[in-house]
């Protein structure tokens, strides 16, 4: 018998997070939501909107090139 441990194929392997687009229009929604109850300061909200007008501008562009 060998010593040491042998791998568990149900374990998860390092590998880089699963982000997708769907995942980036939860966010953006999240922000929406989030803004409209205002969980946000007013020194807070230019750099929420400009990351907010980031994402709609990449998730259009992502739109634009499956279409």
């Known amino acids: 018998?060998?010593?040491?441990?042998?791998p568990n194929p149900a374990q998860?392997?390092?590998?880089?997070?699963?982000?997708?687009?769907?995942d980036l229009n939860a966010v953006k929604s999240i922000i929406d939501i989030a803004?409209?109850?205002g969980a946000?300061?007013?020194?807070e909200l230019e750099a929420v909107g400009k990351t907010f007008n980031k994402l709609n501008e990449f998730l259009d562009s992502v739109?634009?090139?499956e279409q």
């Open 40 to 43: 946000f300061r007013a020194n």
């Open 12 to 22: 998860p392997t390092n590998a880089a997070p699963d982000l997708n687009v769907s």
């Open 1 to 6: 018998a060998q010593s040491g441990t042998v």
């Open 35 to 37: 803004t409209q109850r």
């Open 63 to 65: 739109g634009a090139k």
